[in-house]
DNA sequence: TAACTTACTTGCAAAATGCAAGTGATTTTA
DNA sequence: TAAAATCACTTGCATTTTGCAAGTAAGTTA
């Protein structure tokens, strides 16, 4: 299954088919919030994604080494996924997204909001800071 | 056709109901390299969209705002498509996007790499000028 | 040890995609 | 000026992807 086939050389085509679709970066930006996530921690996100799309979309995503499985400290019934460097280092994308959206969409989360407001102060500052978070 | 449904409140997730599948922003960055283009220059890009997801995906881009009709000056037989502001303000998004797959992607051409390092010597700067560019 | 939770998988219907072949309006060519 | 070519699409149909609902197997809790 999902072995991706290059349509050009254009780097965003080629990023596009790793995660363009229009649940991937949702994933992506789950674990930027939470930092980990469980399966079952994807499945309550508001946007309810279907189960055997969210594992489908787990396996290419860690094919492509975006995010990795880790052993849950507590169960050895429970996954915990996590970015790894190069997914992380989607965030600066991410955060072009949200200011984008906010400057187009008449409505934005309160909480959205003032996290935008943070970025827009230090955006290098801010995406510093919150990489070093994510990763470990 | 093409009536879109909100998944939720998420700016993210509102984006890619417009704009998050695998051919919407490769229409865009042919918009932002040649600033307009007709149906027929979009079907020549390498990717090779298929032509009738090409309208499709023209239509909903008109629909968003994202991209306007315009008036051929020399043929009534052929149609100009551009970027609107909004769609012009994409820009870093598409960035942001050249710059994750310059890190992660070993093979970029070479146009890209040389237009990055500008880039990179003066983000707001660049894009300061490229949408006054783009924006007529 | 039985019920429950967890991370998935399976089967099937519905929707989106991809391909090839039109179509109708304009524009060029003979 | 009539025929051929070009342009922006549309249509029909096969293939692929998505979405929903119902499993399943391993691990945990009561």
């Avoid at 995660?19 to 499945?43: H, N, P, Q, V």
Wanted: glycine share 2%; net charge positive; proline share 4%.
């Amino acid at each position: 299954m999902n072995k991706i086939k290059k349509r050009s050389d254009c780097p965003v085509s080629n990023s596009l088919d790793i995660w363009g679709d229009k649940w991937s970066l949702l994933i992506i930006r789950d674990l930027m919030d939470a930092r980990e996530c469980t399966y079952g921690d994807f499945l309550k996100s508001p946007e309810r994604i279907a189960t055997n799309i969210l594992a489908s979309r787990l396996q290419v995503l860690e094919e492509n080494k975006i995010i990795q499985k880790l052993e849950h400290p507590e169960s050895k019934a429970k996954v915990l996924y996590r970015l790894t460097r190069k997914g992380i280092d989607l965030l600066p994308i991410l955060i072009e997204i949200n200011i984008w959206a906010e400057k187009y969409f008449s409505f934005i989360p309160e909480d959205r909001k003032a996290l935008l407001k943070e970025v827009k102060k230090d955006k290098a500052g801010f995406i510093k800071k919150a990489v070093k978070e994510l990763e470990n």
